[in-house]
C-alpha cells in the first residue's frame, strides 16, 4: 500500500459537534461536500457534514478529476452537464481558486458502429443543450498532430470536456457551504445510528447529534455506513490505475493543452498533465478488493493507495503508445492505483435509502468528480422538494432489489467496468449475474428453447429462437437476430392464442378497516368495485406520476396491488411509508408468494373455456374483472387483462403450481394452436397497442393530468 498521509496519528475532531440539525450528511469526498452545498445554497442552513478523516480522503483525493458530458443516459448526461456548468464559474462564485482545465476531447471510432453511437450520444446531448461535434480523421490531427489516424473511422468533439483538480472543487463546495452557514467537523466518524421519536440519533467520539433527515455520501465505506441503518449498499471497491509519464518537451513548447483523447473501443482515457501525459485504462481482468474475509476493508485507509499492478496494463500501454507515438517516449514517473465504488450497473446511488425513512443516498460514484455538482443538485431537490425536477429512476437506489447481494454486486461490478467503454446495443443483458430469481417453470420453458431476459432479477423468457438461431444479441444496432421471429411470435398471439410467464410482479396485500379510504386518499382516481380491477395512479404533491399499480379489490377493504418487477423496493415504500397511524391498514408483501401465466389472442377464450367447462366470452367473464377457479387441481386467481392488447387473462397461483398450471393450459390449448411467447413480442404488441410501461414511457416528468395523452 501507498500511505501518502501527511499525518499518521490520530486526529483530534475539528468543529465543536452540534447537538441537533436538519440534515447530517456522512462523508467529506466531493459528493458530500456538493449535497452539503446544495441544500445550503436552497435556504437549508441547519446542515452538518461529518468525515472521520480529511475532507478527500477516500476515492475523492486520487481520482483523476476527468470531466466528460458524453454519456448514453438521459439522467446522468443531466447531471454532469450540470456538474460541468457549475465548475465554470464555482471559483469565482465561492472566491476559491480552482484548476479547471476546459481543453475539449476527442472520442476515436474505430468503426461505423462506434460512429453510430456517438450520433445518438450527439442527439441526446442537442436536446438538453449540450454539443458535440463529428470529426473527420484529419480533423482529429489538427487539434492533435500527435495522433495516428490512419486507422480510424472518425470522432467526436467534445468542446466542454476538460479535468478539474479532485481536491480543490471539493474545497470550493466546502468553502461555500461554510459561508452559507453550514458546518464541517472533521475527524469525527460515525460509529452509530438510532431511530428515536421520529428522528435520527448519530453516535459519535464527540458525542451524538440528532437529525431529521441523514445522508449517506461515504463512497466505498457506503456499505459499512449502510448496515448501521440495516441496509446493504450494492457497493464493490475495484482498482482504478493510472499511470504519469514525466515530462515530454514537444508538450513543453506548447502554448497549450492537448484535448483529452478517449480511445473507447481499445478502453483508455489519454489526457495531458503538466508537461507529461496521463494513461487510464479500463482493463478486462480488473479486480475487486475487500470482499472476502481474508480481504477485509481496513479500518482507516485515508489518503492510502493499493500496490502498484502494472503488468494488468500492459496491452493498454502498449496500444496507447501506437496511437499517440510521443507517450512511448517519455518514462513513468507515478503510478495511481486507488479504490473506486462500484454498483452493479456502474451507475450512482442518488436518493432514498430503501426501507428506511428520512434517510438518503449520494453514494457508489464512480465518476464521482464530473458527477459531484448535478448529483448534489438532485439529492438538495428530493430532499427539499420532495421530487426532483427531472425523473431520475436511473440513479434511484430503490432500482436494485432483493437478490442484489455481495457476489452478484461483485460478478457484476466487474462486468461493468471492463465494459466501461463498450458500445450498449439494443437488449444485451451480460451474463453475470443471471439465474436470480427463477420460478420452478424456469427449466420447462428452457427445455423449450427459450432464450431469457432478467427483469428485477427474475428470468422470464424473452424469445424462443427457431432451430439455427442464435439467442445472443448482435454486436449491432442494426436488426437484430430475433427480429423475424419475435415478428411471427406476435402474429401467432394476434391470430391463434399464446403463452407467457410473467413471474416476478411485485405484489402487495393491502387491506384491514381503512384500507379503502387510505388507497382512494393516495391514488388520482376511483378504486374499482369488488369483483374488478383497475390501473390506478400514485401522484406527488406536485401532480407528477410517481408510479402505476394494478388494483384487484378482492373484497371492501381488501386489494391486491401488483407493480412491475423493477419497482418492488419503490412502490414497498409508498406504500409502507405513508400507512395511517392507527393502525386501520396492513400492507403484506406476497410477491415470491405467487406465479403468474398470460394465456391471451383471439382462441384464448375458447381455450379459457374448455379449461373451465363452461363459456368465458365477454359477457360471460368481462374485460377488468376476476374470479377464482380451479385449472388442472391447481386453485388460480383468473384476471380478464392482457398486456398484448388481445383478449386474455392473467392466471395467478402458488409459485409452487405454476409448472402443474401451465402443463394444463399447454395440453388445453393444443385444438386452438397454443405456442410460446417472449417478452420482446409482449413489449412490441404493447406499444401497437397503446399500453404504457413505467419509466420507459411514464417517468416521473409527466403529470397525471396527461398521462393518458402520453399513451398516444
Not at 450520444?121 to 500527435?146: A, I, K, L
Not at 455506513?225 to 450494492?234: I, K, L, S
Amino acid at each position: 500500500m501507498d500511505d501518502v498521509s501527511a499525518n499518521t496519528e490520530v486526529n483530534k475532531a475539528t468543529g465543536k459537534l452540534p447537538g441537533t440539525a436538519r440534515v447530517v450528511v456522512i462523508g467529506g469526498g466531493s459528493v458530500g461536500a456538493s449535497v452539503l452545498y446544495h441544500l445550503a445554497e436552497k435556504g437549508w442552513t441547519d446542515v452538518v457534514l461529518l468525515e472521520k478523516n480529511e475532507l478527500t480522503s477516500g476515492s475523492t483525493w486520487h481520482a483523476a478529476g476527468n470531466c466528460p458530458n458524453f454519456v448514453g443516459s438521459w439522467t446522468m448526461m443531466k447531471i454532469q452537464a450540470y456538474s460541468t456548468s457549475l465548475y465554470r464559474e464555482l471559483g469565482a462564485k465561492v472566491d476559491y481558486p480552482m484548476n479547471y482545465h476546459v481543453t475539449g476531447a476527442i472520442r476515436l471510432a474505430h468503426s461505423r458502429q462506434r460512429m453510430e453511437e456517438f450520433r445518438h450520444v450527439e442527439r441526446m446531448g442537442r436536446q438538453m443543450g449540450v454539443e458535440f461535434q463529428e470529426m473527420s480523421p484529419s480533423e482529429m490531427q489538427e487539434v492533435y498532430p500527435f495522433l495516428e489516424t490512419h486507422d480510424l473511422y472518425g470522432g467526436q468533439w467534445d468542446p466542454l470536456d476538460g479535468d478539474i483538480d479532485p481536491a480543490q472543487l471539493t474545497q470550493a463546495l466546502a468553502k461555500g457551504a461554510r459561508d452559507m452557514g453550514a458546518k464541517i467537523i472533521r475527524f469525527c466518524p460515525v460509529t452509530g445510528v438510532r431511530r428515536e421519536n421520529g428522528e435520527w440519533v448519530l453516535s459519535t467520539p464527540q458525542g451524538e447529534i440528532r437529525c431529521e433527515y441523514v445522508v449517506n455520501a461515504t463512497g466505498y465505506r457506503a456499505n459499512e455506513v449502510g448496515a448501521m441503518f440495516g441496509r446493504n449498499v450494492p457497493c464493490v471497491s475495484l482498482a482504478h490505475q493510472y499511470l504519469i509519464t514525466e515530462g515530454i518537451p514537444e508538450l513543453a513548447e506548447r502554448d497549450k493543452k492537448l484535448p483529452l483523447l478517449r480511445d473507447p473501443d481499445s478502453s483508455y482515457y489519454l489526457r495531458q498533465e503538466k508537461d507529461g501525459l496521463l494513461l487510464g485504462p479500463y482493463e478486462k481482468n480488473c479486480r475487486a478488493h475487500w470482499t472476502t474475509a481474508d480481504d477485509p476493508m481496513p479500518e482507516d485507509f485515508s489518503f492510502q493507495l493499493y500496490s502498484d499492478d502494472l503488468e494488468r496494463l500492459e496491452w493498454y500501454i502498449e496500444d496507447a503508445c501506437a496511437r499517440v507515438p510521443l507517450l512511448g517516449t517519455a518514462g513513468i514517473t507515478r503510478v495511481v492505483n486507488g479504490p473506486i465504488p462500484y454498483a452493479p450497473d456502474g451507475l450512482p446511488l442518488i436518493g432514498p435509502m430503501p426501507g428506511v425513512p428520512n434517510a438518503f443516498e449520494a453514494c457508489v460514484f464512480t465518476f464521482g468528480i464530473v458527477q459531484a455538482g448535478g448529483a448534489g443538485k438532485l439529492l438538495s431537490d428530493i430532499i427539499v422538494e420532495g421530487e426532483s425536477e427531472t425523473d431520475s429512476w436511473a440513479v434511484d437506489p430503490r432500482r436494485f432489489t432483493d437478490h442484489v447481494d455481495l457476489e452478484y454486486t461483485k460478478a457484476k461490478a466487474i462486468e461493468t467496468y471492463s465494459h466501461e467503454y463498450a458500445m450498449h446495443f439494443p437488449q444485451i443483458q451480460w451474463p453475470a449475474g443471471r439465474n436470480a430469481k427463477v420460478s420452478p417453470l424456469y427449466d420447462r420453458l428452457a427445455d423449450a428453447g427459450a432464450a431469457f431476459g432478467s427483469y428485477g432479477g427474475w428470468e422470464r423468457a424473452d424469445w424462443f429462437p427457431r432451430d439455427g438461431e442464435s439467442e445472443h444479441a448482435a454486436d449491432s444496432y442494426d436488426r437484430q437476430p430475433w427480429f423475424d421471429t419475435v415478428g411471427a411470435e406476435c402474429r401467432h398471439v394476434a391470430e391463434h392464442v399464446g403463452v407467457l410467464e410473467l413471474t416476478g410482479f411485485s405484489r402487495f396485500m393491502v387491506s384491514g378497516a381503512g384500507a379503502a379510504d387510505w388507497l382512494r386518499g393516495m391514488v388520482t382516481g376511483g378504486l374499482p368495485k369488488v369483483g374488478r380491477i383497475g390501473l390506478v395512479y400514485f401522484a406527488s404533491e406536485k401532480g407528477k406520476i410517481l408510479t402505476e399499480m394494478t388494483a384487484t379489490r378482492l373484497g371492501e377493504d381488501e386489494f391486491l396491488m401488483m407493480t412491475g418487477a423493477g419497482a418492488y423496493w419503490h412502490d414497498r415504500d409508498l406504500l409502507n411509508f405513508n400507512l395511517p397511524a392507527d393502525g386501520s391498514v396492513t400492507v403484506k408483501d406476497i410477491t415470491s408468494d405467487l406465479a403468474t401465466l398470460l394465456v391471451t389472442g383471439p382462441k384464448a377464450p375458447g381455450l379459457m373455456a374448455d379449461l373451465a367447462g363452461e363459456g368465458m366470452g365477454h359477457e360471460a367473464f368481462p374485460w377488468l374483472t376476476w374470479r377464482q377457479m380451479e385449472i388442472g387441481g391447481v386453485k388460480v386467481n383468473a384476471i380478464r387483462v392482457s398486456f398484448a392488447g388481445e383478449a386474455g387473462w392473467e392466471l395467478h397461483c402458488d409459485m409452487g403450481d405454476i409448472t402443474a398450471l401451465y402443463d394444463a393450459v399447454w395440453a388445453a390449448g393444443q385444438p386452438h394452436n397454443i405456442g410460446n411467447f417472449g417478452m420482446l413480442a409482449l413489449d412490441s404488441m404493447r406499444l401497437e397497442k397503446g399500453y404504457r410501461s413505467w419509466k420507459a414511457d411514464s417517468p416521473r416528468t409527466i403529470p397525471c393530468s396527461r398521462a393518458a395523452l402520453v399513451a398516444g
